[in-house]
C-alpha cells in the first residue's frame, strides 16, 4: 500500500485527505497543532465577536471516520525529497511514497523581524489571544492613565496593511470602541478612540477593482476609521509608528499595532530544492508536483501556482481546489495514468468592513454595502466546519447584531502575568 504523507491540515491539506479517503493508500497527516482552523475568521477571535472552538476543531475528530488516516502532532525540520523522507522535531523519520507539502505562509515583516515584537500579525490562534489582550487592555490602561497624552496614546490603534485582513480588522476596532465598550468606563470616553490604518499602496484591497476598492474606503471613513495610503512605515515601537507620505515623514504615537502589511511562505519550501519565487512560494509544475520529483506536490500558500496564465490568488478556495487535484493526480499516478493540470475556479471575493459593510464580487457581478454584508455572513457560515461551529457562530453574530455586544472578551492572563512570564523564560535553562 503506497504511503502518502500531507504536511499541513489548512484548507489545502484537509481536502487533500478528504480527497483520498477512498483510495487504497496509506495516509499520515503531519500538523504543528492539533486543529483546523478557518482561518477567514480568525480576526474575529482576535477582536472578542468570537470564542475560538467557534472556528476551530480538532483534526482527529473531523477526520475520525477516515480509516486509512493517521494523524500526528508535530512539527516538521526537514525534508529529504531524494530519500523520500520527513524528518520531524525529534529527528524522528517518516518514509513516503508521495508527499503534499501544504504548510501555508507566515508574517513577512520585510527584513524587519525586530518590529513582530511590537506589531504582531495574524496567522494563528495564538496571535489571535495576544491580539486580543493587547486591544482589551489598551482601553484598561487608558482607563488608568492620567496624562492626556498618554492615554491618547492608548486609544489609538493602528493597523499596517489594507489588504482584506487589515480592512476587517480595522473596521471591527473602530466598531468596538464606538459601540461595544460604550458606557463601560467612567474615566476615559471610548468614543474618543482612533482607528489608524496604513497602507503602502495607492488604495485599499488593491486586489479588487478600483471601483470596489474605492467603496470599501468610502465605508471605512463613514465607520470611522482614518484611512491613510501612500503611507511607508519606516519604524515601529512601543510608542508609536514613523512612516512616510508625500508630506514627508510622520510620526503617530500608538501603543497598540497590528501587522497585516506581508506574508512568506513557509520556510519548508527551502527543503525542496527547487526555484522559489520573490515570496519564497515554491514554483510548480501544471499538476502542481515539483520539477524532477514527479512524487511531491505543493498547494496552497505556499505555491506559486498558474491557472490559464494568471497567477493562481492565496485564497481558501484556491488551496481547497489545489488538494483536491493534488489526490486526484496521486490517485493517477499510482494507478499508471496521467495527471490533469489544475484549473483554478474563481468562485469570487469577499470582504467585509464593518457592521453592514462589505464588497463582494462574484464573477462580473461587482456589489457592497448590506447585500455584499448579508452575502459574507451567510457565505462564510456555510464554509464553516461541523454543525456546531456553525451554530456557534449564527448564535453570536445574531446576539452581536442585537446588542453590539461581544462574548469572548475575557482575558485569560492577569496584569503583570507576561512581566512574569518573561522573568521565567529568562532564568530557564539554556
Known amino acids: 500500500m503506497h504511503h502518502v504523507i500531507i ?16 483510495a487504497d493508500v496509506r495516509i499520515t497527516l503531519i500538523d504543528r497543532s492539533n486543529h483546523h482552523l478557518f482561518q477567514p475568521l480568525l ?11 467557534a472556528i476551530s476543531a480538532p483534526i482527529r475528530h473531523i477526520l475520525a471516520s477516515q480509516s486509512n488516516l493517521t494523524t500526528i502532532m508535530a512539527a516538521v525540520k526537514s525534508i529529504d525529497v531524494a530519500q523520500r523522507r520527513v524528518r520531524l522535531e525529534d529527528d524522528s523519520e517518516i ?8 504548510t501555508g505562509s507566515t508574517h513577512s515583516y520585510f527584513g524587519r523581524d525586530d518590529w513582530a515584537a511590537v506589531a504582531p500579525g495574524l496567522k494563528t490562534l495564538e496571535d489571535a489571544f495576544n491580539i486580543r489582550r493587547r486591544i482589551l487592555m489598551a482601553f484598561e490602561y487608558a482607563e488608568r492613565e492620567n496624562d492626556p497624552e498618554k492615554r491618547a496614546a492608548w486609544l489609538t490603534f493602528t493597523v499596517i ?3 482584506a485582513t487589515g480592512v476587517e480588522m480595522a473596521g ?4 468596538i470602541a464606538r459601540h461595544t465598550l460604550r458606557g463601560e468606563f467612567r474615566r476615559i470616553d471610548p468614543l474618543q478612540t482612533r482607528v489608524v490604518l496604513l497602507e503602502g499602496g495607492e488604495r485599499v484591497l488593491q486586489a479588487y477593482p478600483p471601483d470596489l476598492s474605492e467603496k470599501a474606503r ?8 482614518e484611512v491613510s495610503t501612500g503611507s511607508r512605515v519606516t519604524e515601529i515601537d512601543q510608542a508609536g509608528v514613523t512612516y512616510t507620505t508625500t508630506q514627508g515623514a510622520q510620526q503617530l504615537a500608538s501603543r497598540t499595532v497590528i501587522w497585516s502589511a506581508g506574508v512568506a511562505a513557509s520556510p519548508l519550501g527551502k527543503e525542496l530544492g527547487v526555484a522559489l519565487d520573490r515570496a519564497g512560494r515554491v514554483i510548480v509544475e501544471g499538476d502542481l508536483s515539483i520539477p524532477a520529483h514527479p512524487e511531491v506536490f505543493v498547494i496552497g500558500d505556499l505555491a506559486a501556482a498558474s491557472s490559464e496564465g494568471k497567477p493562481v490568488p492565496g485564497v481558501s478556495p484556491a488551496a481547497k481546489q489545489m488538494g483536491r487535484l493534488a489526490a486526484i493526480n496521486i490517485r493517477h499516478r499510482i494507478a ?5 493540470v489544475f484549473t483554478y475556479q474563481d468562485l469570487g471575493s469577499l470582504a467585509t468592513i464593518g457592521r453592514k459593510a462589505a464588497i463582494a464580487m462574484v464573477g462580473k457581478l461587482k456589489f457592497s454595502g448590506y447585500p455584499a454584508w448579508l452575502f459574507w455572513l451567510f457565505v462564510h457560515v456555510y464554509f464553516l466546519i461541523g454543525f456546531r461551529n456553525r451554530l456557534m457562530v449564527m448564535m453570536d453574530w445574531a446576539w452581536a447584531y442585537l446588542t453590539f455586544k ?9 496584569v503583570g502575568a507576561e512581566e512574569k512570564k518573561d522573568a521565567v523564560k529568562q532564568n530557564e535553562p539554556g
Not at 480576526?43 to 472578542?48: E, I, L, P, S
Not at 468610502?218 to 476609521?225: A, D, F, R, S, T
Not at 499508471?336 to 490533469?340: H, L, N, S, V
Not at 461581544?406 to 492577569?414: E, F, L, M, P, Y
Open 218 to 225: 468610502q465605508q471605512l471613513v463613514k465607520l470611522g476609521v
Open 406 to 414: 461581544r462574548s469572548a472578551r475575557v482575558i485569560a492572563d492577569t
Open 336 to 340: 499508471g495514468q496521467g495527471t490533469e
Open 161 to 163: 496593511g489594507a489588504g
Open 7 to 22: 504536511l499541513g491540515c489548512g484548507f489545502g491539506g484537509l481536502a487533500a485527505a478528504r480527497e483520498l479517503a477512498k
Open 43 to 53: 480576526y474575529q477571535v482576535a477582536t472578542a465577536g468570537l470564542s475560538a472552538p
Open 172 to 175: 471591527t476596532l473602530i466598531e
Open 95 to 102: 518514509d513516503y511514497d508521495y508527499l503534499v507539502v501544504a
